[in-house]
């Protein structure tokens, strides 16, 4: 499985300001997501984020909220744009195993954002 | 879309017994369940998945069964121990699709030494 790392692990920040978190990838891998997980709730899926293209938004989250970028096949971003306590959650990115319709997801370890 | 279930949303065993956790889902196209396990602070892992041409699969202690007719898949685990206390979450998908994952609720499982 690949190895997953994201940075910051956690942040506290203030309401207005923006955050962005990194994650990066041990190997090359075609999909990468980004999920948030509020307090005690199940994951929520944000974007789909593919080399080379726009990333493909959920339902009820906006480009202009959370920016995405993939720069390459082991590098991603995730920016929580103007935030409000509504945004405290942990933010996990995730990587797809990399064969192809094999459909496997492995889980960085999340940043925590508390906004204040 | 698809809407998976979860149950229980807490489970309390003692050391040494068994633990079952149920999910449903209602897209009959998923074929597709994976089980995640999350210690606090930490991210989900993949602990065991099931593919829709399988009915079961086990790995040491930890086993999944799949019922396609009734839609439904279930996590057993066997002679419980402390450190399997976590959250578990059980998600579908279908395959080529995008790889979307619709995850369950979570189950809060204690495992009393």
């Known amino acids: 499985s690949a190895v997953i790392s994201q940075k910051p692990s956690r942040d506290i920040c203030q309401r207005g300001t923006s955050l962005t978190i990194q994650c990066q990838v041990d190997?090359?891998?075609?999909?990468m997501f980004w999920y948030r997980q509020q307090p005690g709730q199940s994951l929520t899926l944000i974007a789909t984020?593919?080399?080379?293209?726009?990333?493909?938004?959920e339902s009820g989250f906006v480009i202009d909220k959370f920016p995405i970028s993939r720069p390459n096949l082991t590098f991603s971003t995730l920016t929580v744009s103007n935030m409000s306590p509504e945004d405290s959650s942990i933010y996990l990115c995730s990587v797809d195993s990399g064969t192809a319709f094999v459909n496997e997801q492995f889980f960085g370890p999340g940043t925590r954002l508390t906004v204040l | 879309g698809e809407n998976v279930e979860q149950h229980p949303s807490t489970l309390s065993v003692q050391e040494g017994d068994s633990a079952v956790i149920k999910c449903t889902y209602s897209d009959s196209a998923s074929n597709y369940f994976p089980w995640y396990k999350q210690e606090l602070g930490k991210g989900p892992q993949l602990i065991i998945d099931?593919?829709?041409?399988?009915g079961e699969k086990k790995d040491q202690r930890i086993a999944v069964t799949l019922n396609k007719t009734a839609k439904h898949f279930s996590l057993h685990i066997t002679e419980t121990q402390p450190e399997d206390s976590a959250v578990y979450f059980c998600?579908?998908?279908?395959?080529?699709?995008?790889?979307?994952?619709?995850f369950g609720t979570g189950t809060s499982l204690t495992v009393i030494p």
């Open positions: 984020a593919n080399q080379g293209s726009e990333a493909t938004y």
């Open positions: 190997s090359q891998v075609t999909m």
């Open positions: 998600a579908a998908s279908i395959t080529n699709t995008g790889n979307q994952f619709y």
């Open positions: 099931i593919r829709s041409n399988v």
